[in-house]
């Protein structure tokens, strides 16, 4: 059994609802973590999630917190939420860098995945800029300076390579509705693309390994088939187990 941080997919959605002269606001909090999680139990793994709106509050404060666990994983999550808390944001104090806490982790053998969503790697309109922090210096792949979204709702396929994470896995796998576009580093083994771009990807840094998975492990982009998939659950176990060899 493994423990796995993960970090984000977590959203608030504030609506208006306008009804002739009248309005009112509706709040609704919501999480993406169902199908991942439910994987991961039936591996036998164990899953610790940290939302978004609690990372200042609950993600590991030093290197001694963040080596219980045996990877590390952002998921939907911009830099901004850990670059500015409010203690530096609000208050105009030092604080420690959580993304130089996670670079430090893998360099010392900690594992790392970044999975792709609206705010992974560049993210939409460029906002999450992961491409000028020390994660950068982790990542298998080179994020772009721009919105690097490629929306696909025609359905976009993965095309597979012969390596251990697809052990028991067929090479024909369910449709993606988008992914987030970047480069292969030199440094880095591309063990799957989709459109030629990088899909899965990985690379040793320091004595630890990082990979990316640059759709989404839940809806939208991670559409229905795929969350549902009968190899979903043996996908991220064999990936667990290639981290942490």
């Known amino acids: 059994m493994k423990k796995i941080l993960l970090v984000g997919e977590s959203w608030t959605v504030y609506s208006i609802h306008q009804k002739g002269m009248d309005s009112f606001t ?76 996670i670079k430090e982790y893998v360099m010392k053998g900690g594992s790392f995945i970044m999975f792709g969503g609206y705010m992974a790697f560049s993210g939409i309109d460029g906002s999450s800029r992961y491409g000028f ?46 992914y987030n576009k970047t480069i292969g580093l030199e440094d880095s083994t591309i063990l799957a693309t989709i459109n030629k771009d990088p899909f899965i990807a990985t690379k040793e840094f320091g004595k630890g390994k990082s990979l990316v998975f640059t759709s989404d492990m839940a809806p939208h982009w991670g559409s229905e088939e795929f969350v549902n998939w009968k190899y979903y659950s043996k996908l991220w176990d064999n990936i667990i187990k290639y981290l942490t060899a």
């Open 26 to 101: 509706t709040t609704t909090y919501e999480e993406g973590i169902y199908w991942f999680d439910k994987a991961l139990k039936e591996s036998g793994h164990e899953l610790v999630h940290i939302p978004n709106h609690r990372v200042q509050y609950d993600f590991p404060k030093n290197l001694n917190e963040l080596n219980k666990f045996d990877v590390v994983i952002l998921s939907d999550i911009g830099s901004n939420t850990f670059l500015l808390p409010d203690k530096t944001f609000i208050d105009g104090n030092q604080s420690s860098n959580s993304l130089e806490l």
């Open 133 to 178: 922090t020390s994660i950068a210096d982790i990542l298998p792949v080179e994020c772009l300076t721009v919105d690097d979204r490629v929306e696909t709702p025609e359905g976009s396929w993965p095309s597979t390579t012969n390596h251990s994470i697809f052990n028991g896995i067929p090479k024909e796998w369910p449709h993606f509705l988008g």
